[in-house]
DNA sequence: GAGTTTGAAACT
DNA sequence: CAGTTTCAAACTC
């Protein structure tokens, strides 16, 4: 039934297409090197509707599936049309009929292919077929059919078809892409499941990978950088794997590296299937995507598949949102969360409008898995709990995510390997020098190459980058820098937790819901992989008495919208610390304060006394002082500052470069970019937080997500200014008074905020920048959400 | 590196 | 909600 009924579908779908703006759209993408343009315009899409407001976990789980429908929307578009009637034949006859569409999908399907392409190279070139799109996809896809696409394929159709609850639910939430979405996602249950006991798990893959690459670079850009890395570090670490590959398909990877996403995603496939014999490829690809199960068969694939049957059913239940997403965030460890929710925040910001619509609920399932720790390969996975994801999220999206990622990926994978060995601290060193190392070649490849920053970056990969910025401020910022520099605070923060045992926000680690890891020196650390469970529970009781004890700490005006031009916006950090600061000896110079360890300027909502904060006094009057006191730092700082630049220079570049050309909705990451660039700004903790929701956030990520934001944001601050981010920052806080209550603790979290969508567009504006203020991870969520 | 200071987090 | 204790980071020496 497949082949004929896909050929059918597909003409009929093909007409559908050609009516459809979509179709017209790819048409303009260019059929035949499908994959750059339509990578291009994939990229495109994320990234200009990448905005997510969404980035609070609780109130719009949605965004998930929001995120993953906008990227499969923005990818398989096309397809859309047509899977309503039959998801699988028609996604693939769709994808035939668009050699872009087609070539991901066939990324996706490829597990057939694969199957049939590791018999036959050829044929698991992605990138031949992109070659060839129009014949080839619909041959792809009957061949994938035909050999395990077939068998998946048919149930999974046939579900669709017949479960009515899923269809409609994909209906529900958006015909075709949902419909699709859905497909997929049971196709993907259907491959885990296979997975478990067969090799199926490459088709899963495949399809998770495109939708991963796709998603997981909110903005193409970064998916593409993304996916260059990791195919780069694959092909550094498995050599083997990848070098019988590459030997199939070496012009094949290179292409797909350069080309799209979706060319990217065969090849990660591929890149895959070598990762299972070689971990480090597979943690490259988990970066990624959610490759751990595969790549990891070995002592994560059980706890793994056990996560994806749960996941999937979830997301049947949820509407068949993919499951693949979760997955892969859950992987990631800590960061996960941030990249998923800043994916879910670009894609309803691209397309809020209707794809977005998904239901709230569903995002918040989704937020909930995530949060949830899969088991999936006790490795790092889920790092993160749930209630941090926000932070993380905004974070994790960025680039600089990714390379976090991978370092706690592979830490965690290592700590999977390892036992428990460092009950306090994995020792991803080992691991992530690696990728670290090859994560920093990479930015600095990317970026502006900086090496020094970008390393800097990797090492303290995740939130620490933001810190760093702050950090040069401050003499022990310089000390940090320093440090970090060799320390890599990097991947994670590190905690010295005697007591706690890492399962207490005392622990930073803990608090910004990343596993402990090597550089940690804390003792009786529960805070690991392995102790998933207890770490979820922990978290869950702490949310339950605290529903934002995992907010980020700071929340910043986002320029949503900034204009670029304006340089007001960038002046203003409108960042202010959620719950406000209690500092009674220290005036609030020293981070003692949280408000200035963030980087923000106390508001009316801190009871400190003695105010001195020099990011924005309580009564605001400090305001000129403050800016001018920042300046004054970053000149101090300036070696350092400049370093930060430097280290963020790559992603600023990136973000004005992106930024120019897409409106890219403000995503937390491009604050994060501010964070980071900012001189002033705070360091070490808050960033965490306020790296997620100020943007600084980014920093977990690393340059990955960082890259992202900036590109999302295509804040005009950054791209049209480095120092203006450090400006808006100091502005920002200092006008942070005006949002400073409403926008940091209202912060109740998420809907709080969140619901007025006007809050973004209209609290923002208020102050003089229009900026809003937005919770790091929630930001922009707001207007999504509300629309529901 | 040890000790002190500080303020958030946790507890009552 | 307020007061106290616990905790770990920040800071000092």
Same mark, same amino acid.
């Given at each position: 039934m497949d082949t004929p009924e896909r050929n059918q579908i597909g003409a009929t779908s093909v007409s559908k297409f050609e009516d459809s703006p979509v179709f017209n759209y790819i048409n303009n993408l260019s059929p035949i090197q499908p994959v750059k343009s339509i990578h291009t315009s994939q990229t495109f899409n994320s990234l200009s509707f990448a905005s997510l407001p969404s980035v609070f976990t609780s109130p719009h789980a949605s965004s998930y599936k929001e995120s993953r429908f906008l990227r499969r929307h923005s990818i398989s578009d096309l397809s859309k049309p047509d899977f309503s009637t039959e998801d699988g034949s028609k996604v693939e006859t769709d994808r035939g009929a668009t050699g872009n569409v087609a070539e991901l999908q066939d990324d996706s399907s490829a597990p057939d292919g694969k199957s049939d392409s590791l018999s036959n190279p050829s044929t698991e070139l992605p990138s031949e077929r992109p070659v060839s799109t129009n014949e080839e996809p619909q041959a792809s896809k009957s061949d994938s059919s035909h050999p395990d696409c077939d068998q998946k394929l048919p149930d999974s159709v046939l579900k669709s078809g017949e479960d009515p609850a899923l269809s409609d639910s994909c209906v529900k939430n958006k015909s075709g892409n949902e419909s699709s979405e859905a497909e997929e996602n049971k196709q993907v249950i259907n491959h885990t499941e296979e997975r478990e006991g067969t090799g199926y798990d490459w088709e899963s893959l495949i399809t998770e990978g495109a939708d991963l690459l796709i998603f997981s670079s909110p903005n193409g850009s970064e998916a593409i950088r993304l996916v260059q890395k990791p195919l780069d570090l694959v092909t550094g670490f498995a050599s083997s794997t990848l070098s019988q590959i590459m030997e199939n398909d070496n012009a094949n990877l290179s292409k797909m590296r350069i080309a799209d996403p979706i060319e990217c995603s065969g090849g990660q496939h591929e890149i895959e299937f070598l990762s299972s014999q070689a971990g480090e490829a597979c943690e490259l690809k988990d970066m990624d995507q959610g490759m751990d199960s595969l790549s990891f068969p070995n002592s994560s694939n059980s706890v793994s598949r056990e996560i994806t049957d749960d996941e999937v059913a979830r997301y049947i239940a949820d509407d068949c949102k993919p499951a693949s997403n979760l997955y892969r965030g859950m992987r990631r460890r800590c960061l996960d969360f941030e990249a998923a929710v800043s994916r879910r925040k670009n894609l309803e910001d691209t397309s809020n409008g209707g794809s977005v619509s998904t239901h709230p609920e569903e995002k918040t399932a989704s937020m909930d898995k995530q949060l949830v720790p899969y088991k999936s390969g006790g490795v790092a996975t889920r790092c993160v709990l749930t209630g941090i994801g926000l932070h993380l999220n905004a974070l994790a999206t960025t680039s600089k995510d990714a390379k976090n990622l991978n370092h706690e990926k592979f830490s965690s994978e290592r700590q999977l390997n390892l036992p428990n060995s460092s009950a306090s601290c994995h020792s991803p060193s080992g691991g992530l020098d690696p990728l670290l190392t090859s994560a920093v070649t990479e930015r600095d490849m990317d970026p502006s190459g900086n090496g020094v920053q970008n390393e800097e970056d990797g090492a303290? =990969? #995740? =939130?620490y980058v933001l810190a760093e910025d702050f950090n040069q401020n401050s003499p022990k910022k310089k000390r940090r820098r320093l440090e970090p520099a060799g320390e890599t605070e990097s991947s994670c923060k590190r905690c010295n937790c005697k007591k706690s045992k890492c399962l207490k926000l005392y622990c930073e680690c803990f608090a910004a819901g990343v596993y402990c890891i090597e550089p940690c020196s804390c003792q009786d650390c529960f805070n690991k992989p392995i102790h998933e469970d207890t770490v979820l529970a922990t978290r869950k009781q702490i949310e339950s008495r605290n529903p934002l004890a995992f907010a980020p700490k700071v929340i910043r005006n986002s /320029? #949503?919208?900034?204009?670029?031009? /304006?340089e007001s916006n960038k002046t203003p950090a409108s960042a202010r610390h959620k719950r406000g600061c209690n500092c009674k000896k220290s005036s609030c110079l020293k981070k003692y304060c949280e408000c200035y360890q963030g980087g923000v300027g106390c508001s009316i909502s801190c009871r400190c006394e003695g105010c001195k904060n020099a990011f924005g006094r309580k009564d605001g009057s400090s305001i000129l002082g403050l800016e001018a006191e920042l300046e004054e730092e970053e000149t101090e700082t300036n070696p350092k500052s400049v370093m930060d630049k430097g280290l963020q220079g790559p992603e600023i570049q990136n973000n004005e470069e992106q930024n120019p050309g897409s409106a890219i909705p403000s995503t937390p990451l491009q604050l994060s970019r501010q964070l980071v660039p900012l001189p002033f700004s705070s360091r070490s903790k808050p960033l965490r937080s306020s790296f997620l929701n100020v943007g600084s956030s980014s920093g977990f990520y690393g340059g990955h997500k960082l890259e992202k934001p900036n590109i999302l944001r295509a804040q005009p601050d950054l791209g049209i200014n480095t120092k203006p981010v450090s400006e808006d920052e100091m502005p920002d806080i200092l006008r942070?008074?005006? #949002?400073?209550g409403a926008g940091v603790k209202t912060g109740s979290p998420n809907s709080k905020r969140i619901s007025p969508p006007q809050s973004d567009f209209g609290l923002s504006p208020l102050p003089r920048t229009g900026r809003k203020l937005i919770l790091q991870s929630i930001p922009s969520f707001p207007s999504l959400t509300p629309q529901h």
């Amino acid at each position: 039934m497949d082949t004929p009924e896909r050929n059918q579908i597909g003409a009929t779908s093909v007409s559908k297409f050609e009516d459809s703006p979509v179709f017209n759209y790819i048409n303009n993408l260019s059929p035949i090197q499908p994959v750059k343009s339509i990578h291009t315009s994939q990229t495109f899409n994320s990234l200009s509707f990448a905005s997510l407001p969404s980035v609070f976990t609780s109130p719009h789980a949605s965004s998930y599936k929001e995120s993953r429908f906008l990227r499969r929307h923005s990818i398989s578009d096309l397809s859309k049309p047509d899977f309503s009637t039959e998801d699988g034949s028609k996604v693939e006859t769709d994808r035939g009929a668009t050699g872009n569409v087609a070539e991901l999908q066939d990324d996706s399907s490829a597990p057939d292919g694969k199957s049939d392409s590791l018999s036959n190279p050829s044929t698991e070139l992605p990138s031949e077929r992109p070659v060839s799109t129009n014949e080839e996809p619909q041959a792809s896809k009957s061949d994938s059919s035909h050999p395990d696409c077939d068998q998946k394929l048919p149930d999974s159709v046939l579900k669709s078809g017949e479960d009515p609850a899923l269809s409609d639910s994909c209906v529900k939430n958006k015909s075709g892409n949902e419909s699709s979405e859905a497909e997929e996602n049971k196709q993907v249950i259907n491959h885990t499941e296979e997975r478990e006991g067969t090799g199926y798990d490459w088709e899963s893959l495949i399809t998770e990978g495109a939708d991963l690459l796709i998603f997981s670079s909110p903005n193409g850009s970064e998916a593409i950088r993304l996916v260059q890395k990791p195919l780069d570090l694959v092909t550094g670490f498995a050599s083997s794997t990848l070098s019988q590959i590459m030997e199939n398909d070496n012009a094949n990877l290179s292409k797909m590296r350069i080309a799209d996403p979706i060319e990217c995603s065969g090849g990660q496939h591929e890149i895959e299937f070598l990762s299972s014999q070689a971990g480090e490829a597979c943690e490259l690809k988990d970066m990624d995507q959610g490759m751990d199960s595969l790549s990891f068969p070995n002592s994560s694939n059980s706890v793994s598949r056990e996560i994806t049957d749960d996941e999937v059913a979830r997301y049947i239940a949820d509407d068949c949102k993919p499951a693949s997403n979760l997955y892969r965030g859950m992987r990631r460890r800590c960061l996960d969360f941030e990249a998923a929710v800043s994916r879910r925040k670009n894609l309803e910001d691209t397309s809020n409008g209707g794809s977005v619509s998904t239901h709230p609920e569903e995002k918040t399932a989704s937020m909930d898995k995530q949060l949830v720790p899969y088991k999936s390969g006790g490795v790092a996975t889920r790092c993160v709990l749930t209630g941090i994801g926000l932070h993380l999220n905004a974070l994790a999206t960025t680039s600089k995510d990714a390379k976090n990622l991978n370092h706690e990926k592979f830490s965690s994978e290592r700590q999977l390997n390892l036992p428990n060995s460092s009950a306090s601290c994995h020792s991803p060193s080992g691991g992530l020098d690696p990728l670290l190392t090859s994560a920093v070649t990479e930015r600095d490849m990317d970026p502006s190459g900086n090496g020094v920053q970008n390393e800097e970056d990797g090492a303290r =990969a #995740s =939130a620490y980058v933001l810190a760093e910025d702050f950090n040069q401020n401050s003499p022990k910022k310089k000390r940090r820098r320093l440090e970090p520099a060799g320390e890599t605070e990097s991947s994670c923060k590190r905690c010295n937790c005697k007591k706690s045992k890492c399962l207490k926000l005392y622990c930073e680690c803990f608090a910004a819901g990343v596993y402990c890891i090597e550089p940690c020196s804390c003792q009786d650390c529960f805070n690991k992989p392995i102790h998933e469970d207890t770490v979820l529970a922990t978290r869950k009781q702490i949310e339950s008495r605290n529903p934002l004890a995992f907010a980020p700490k700071v929340i910043r005006n986002s /320029d #949503s919208l900034p204009e670029p031009g /304006d340089e007001s916006n960038k002046t203003p950090a409108s960042a202010r610390h959620k719950r406000g600061c209690n500092c009674k000896k220290s005036s609030c110079l020293k981070k003692y304060c949280e408000c200035y360890q963030g980087g923000v300027g106390c508001s009316i909502s801190c009871r400190c006394e003695g105010c001195k904060n020099a990011f924005g006094r309580k009564d605001g009057s400090s305001i000129l002082g403050l800016e001018a006191e920042l300046e004054e730092e970053e000149t101090e700082t300036n070696p350092k500052s400049v370093m930060d630049k430097g280290l963020q220079g790559p992603e600023i570049q990136n973000n004005e470069e992106q930024n120019p050309g897409s409106a890219i909705p403000s995503t937390p990451l491009q604050l994060s970019r501010q964070l980071v660039p900012l001189p002033f700004s705070s360091r070490s903790k808050p960033l965490r937080s306020s790296f997620l929701n100020v943007g600084s956030s980014s920093g977990f990520y690393g340059g990955h997500k960082l890259e992202k934001p900036n590109i999302l944001r295509a804040q005009p601050d950054l791209g049209i200014n480095t120092k203006p981010v450090s400006e808006d920052e100091m502005p920002d806080i200092l006008r942070g008074e005006c #949002s400073p209550g409403a926008g940091v603790k209202t912060g109740s979290p998420n809907s709080k905020r969140i619901s007025p969508p006007q809050s973004d567009f209209g609290l923002s504006p208020l102050p003089r920048t229009g900026r809003k203020l937005i919770l790091q991870s929630i930001p922009s969520f707001p207007s999504l959400t509300p629309q529901h």
